[in-house]
């Protein structure tokens, strides 16, 4: 005589005979029996699941986290310029954390400069495949959108249709049009990294210019809907996501951007004179940002000729700014602003005051910001912004705009200074570090343990290794 179950009480019975005596089991087994259960009630819909919820609930293990298996997967990058920026430096950091996690990678663009870019992707660490910059990156300085479009496109077709790269997972950011041709691999995830939306970056001053980014825009939000994930840098630059894409009803995923510890310990005990740079001041004031006007560099120039003219003649004589950050000779904006910025300091009789540095070295820059006295963060509604996070590492406190990204990274007031953006609020700002008001040793304490607890590259590899592997396993990214 066969024994009959009525299959509805079977959750039931795995519950009563497993779960609740799987309690004194080691963690992975009831771990393993929990990913059993769901899985069997995923498929079987019964009255019984109202209990299964239930006893999910009582026992507060509807909601564990199951560790993730690490699956090799081979992940492919599409980046359509890999310079030296804040963009370039979140993808190398992310091809790294993900090679370091035993996946494989490959990084694939339209543009790399050995002598302009990161040298991780220069020394081996990571491959580096680049095609199509033969194609223009404008006409007559005009429709550089549309080219940077076309380029990935190409970049993303030699991809599946040339490279032979059997790849599992895509990573694109900054520009989505590609999505589409990466979809001609029907196996492949892709996910989206969001900097920030393509369209606010620009404006639209003729008729006909509202015309071509209209066309540009509604294409950018068709495309990036195509993503099977969509991450962005910050909870600043996610509510900006949902209000400019009101047709993708998704919310994405925040991963902030992060350091590699190691990168910057490693020249920790370098001085400006190690670097070759002869600055004596005792009152460094520090900008680092790409010579684009969307910095607002001419803010620190400013602030620090109000400064100057604030302090008592012994403060002003030790006072000195330091404007450094990615410059690109190939860019017409950078050599131009470069210029202006010369010039904005000869006419406000700072020169002698002022020290003017293209693309500084890593060590450079550590040095740099071991050195000053606090950054100058200049950039409004900027999207996340890596530098006052690798200042506040190195125990450098941080003026910033207070808007987008650094509200989420400055503890105004703890690791730094928020305030307006106007040279008589940073210039006031700036006077308290001059006259000790603000202490600068106590806010670089506190910067250095906010960035080792919130934006550490062990974190970062951990979130961005469970967001792959979810992609892989179809499991609803959290």
């Known amino acids: 005589?066969?024994?009959?179950?009525?299959?509805?009480?079977?959750?039931?019975?795995?519950?009563?005979?497993?779960?609740?005596?799987s309690i004194h089991f080691p963690s992975q087994i009831t771990h393993l029996v929990l990913m059993l259960i769901n899985k069997f009630c995923a498929e079987h819909e019964s009255p019984s699941m109202k209990l299964v919820t239930g006893i999910f609930q009582k026992l507060n293990l509807r909601t564990a986290k199951v560790p993730v298996v690490n699956k090799m997967v081979i992940v492919a990058f599409v980046h359509p310029d890999l310079g030296i920026g804040g963009a370039e430096r979140l993808v190398v950091d992310a091809a790294l954390a993900l090679r370091r996690k035993g996946h494989q990678v490959y990084l694939f663009t339209a543009h790399h400069d050995p002598t302009h870019c990161f040298p991780e992707t220069t020394d081996g660490q990571l491959e580096v495949t680049?095609?199509?910059?033969?194609?223009?990156?404008?006409?007559?300085?005009?429709?550089?959108?549309?080219?940077?479009?076309?380029?990935?496109?190409?970049?993303?077709?030699?991809?599946?249709?040339?490279?032979?790269?059997?790849?599992?997972?895509v990573f694109v950011d900054q520009v989505s049009a590609c999505i589409p041709f990466l979809r001609l691999r029907r196996q492949a995830k892709i996910l989206f990294y969001c900097h920030f939306p393509d369209q606010l970056l620009t404006q639209r001053s003729t008729v006909l210019k509202k015309l071509y980014r209209y066309i540009l825009d509604t294409l950018e939000e068709c495309t990036t809907r195509q993503a099977d994930c969509v991450l962005v840098n910050s909870y600043f630059t996610a509510s900006v996501y949902h209000n400019t894409f009101p047709s993708i009803g998704s919310i994405p995923s925040?991963?902030?951007?992060?350091?590699?510890?190691?990168?910057?310990?490693?020249?920790?005990?370098?001085?400006?004179?190690?670097?070759?740079?002869?600055?004596?001041?005792?009152?460094?004031?520090?900008?680092?940002?790409?010579?684009?006007?969307?910095?607002?560099?001419?803010?620190?120039?400013?602030?620090?000729?109000?400064?100057?003219?604030?302090?008592?003649?012994?403060?002003?004589?030790?006072?000195?700014?330091?404007?450094?950050?990615?410059?690109?000779?190939?860019l017409q904006?950078?050599?131009?602003?470069?210029?202006?910025?010369?010039?904005?300091?000869?006419?406000?009789?700072?020169?002698?005051?002022i020290t003017f540095l293209k693309s500084p070295e890593d060590r450079v820059k550590v040095a740099l910001l071991r050195a000053a006295k606090c950054l100058l963060y200049t950039?409004?509604?900027?999207?996340?912004?890596?530098?006052?996070?690798?200042?506040?590492?190195?125990?450098?406190?941080?003026?910033?705009?207070?808007?987008?990204?650094?509200?989420?990274?400055?503890?105004?007031?703890?690791?730094?200074?928020?305030?307006?953006?106007?040279?008589?609020?940073?210039?006031?700002?700036?006077?308290?570090?001059?006259?000790?008001?603000?202490?600068?040793?106590?806010?670089?304490?506190?910067?250095?343990?906010?960035?080792?607890?919130?934006?550490?590259?062990?974190?970062?590899?951990?979130?961005?290794?469970?967001?792959?592997?979810?992609?892989?396993d179809e499991r609803k990214q959290k």
């Open 254 to 330: 925040v991963l902030y951007p992060s350091l590699d510890f190691d990168k910057f310990d490693r020249y920790s005990s370098l001085t400006l004179h190690d670097v070759g740079l002869n600055i004596d001041s005792t009152c460094m004031f520090l900008s680092l940002n790409r010579f684009e006007r969307k910095k607002n560099l001419n803010l620190a120039l400013e602030s620090f000729s109000l400064l100057v003219k604030k302090v008592r003649k012994q403060h002003a004589s030790a006072l000195h700014l330091v404007l450094a950050g990615g410059y690109d000779h190939h």
């Open 333 to 353: 904006e950078n050599v131009e602003h470069y210029c202006e910025l010369i010039n904005t300091a000869r006419s406000l009789g700072i020169m002698d005051k």
């Open 1 to 21: 005589m066969k024994l009959q179950i009525d299959r509805h009480l079977i959750p039931k019975i795995i519950l009563e005979k497993v779960v609740i005596s």
């Open 130 to 169: 680049c095609v199509g910059d033969w194609l223009p990156r404008s006409i007559c300085g005009r429709f550089m959108a549309l080219w940077a479009y076309l380029r990935m496109v190409y970049v993303a077709l030699y991809l599946v249709l040339v490279s032979g790269l059997a790849f599992d997972v």
């Open 379 to 472: 950039p409004d509604k900027e999207h996340f912004g890596i530098v006052p996070v690798e200042a506040m590492y190195l125990g450098t406190p941080v003026i910033a705009v207070n808007s987008g990204g650094p509200r989420e990274t400055v503890v105004s007031g703890e690791t730094g200074i928020l305030t307006d953006q106007a040279p008589e609020a940073f210039a006031e700002a700036m006077e308290t570090f001059v006259t000790g008001k603000s202490n600068r040793d106590t806010m670089g304490t506190a910067a250095r343990n906010r960035v080792i607890s919130n934006f550490s590259f062990v974190k970062f590899s951990e979130h961005l290794n469970y967001i792959i592997q979810g992609l892989m």
